[in-house]
């Protein structure tokens, strides 16, 4: 069955730098594009960056080009995405997602920049 699980999460001051990992298993992983959403509280889910099958194309939300980078090793069945210069308003619960016919996501992984 499709599975991800991500990791990598925590409480960063602004500024500060995070490496968030999503480990994919269940699908072959190498032909699927992959994405990172966030969804704060009281907030809807928000797309944060995703990633084509071979990692040739990316795309960013505006609000984290420039500071976040979406990366993928097919190897590993393995995406990530570093995070610079986070903000407070960074903070949320972090979701990989994979669209295997249907949409399927992860636990989260928290994300709090705070000082």
């Known amino acids: 069955q499709v599975r991800v699980v991500e990791s990598g999460g925590g409480l960063v001051q602004p500024g500060g730098s995070l490496r968030l990992s999503c480990a994919a298993s269940g699908f072959t992983f190498s032909i699927y594009s992959m994405s990172w959403y966030r969804q704060a509280p009281g907030k809807e889910r928000e797309l944060v960056a995703a990633?084509?099958?071979?990692?040739?194309?990316?795309n960013y939300a505006n609000s984290v080009k420039g500071r976040f980078t979406i990366s993928r090793d097919n190897a590993k069945n393995t995406v990530y995405l570093q995070m610079n210069s986070l903000k407070p308003e960074d903070t949320a619960m972090y979701y990989c997602?994979?669209?295997?016919?249907?949409?399927?996501w992860g636990q989260g992984t928290q994300v709090t920049v705070s000082s």
């Open positions: 990633i084509t099958r071979a990692g040739d194309s990316t």
């Open positions: 997602g994979v669209r295997v016919a249907l949409w399927y």
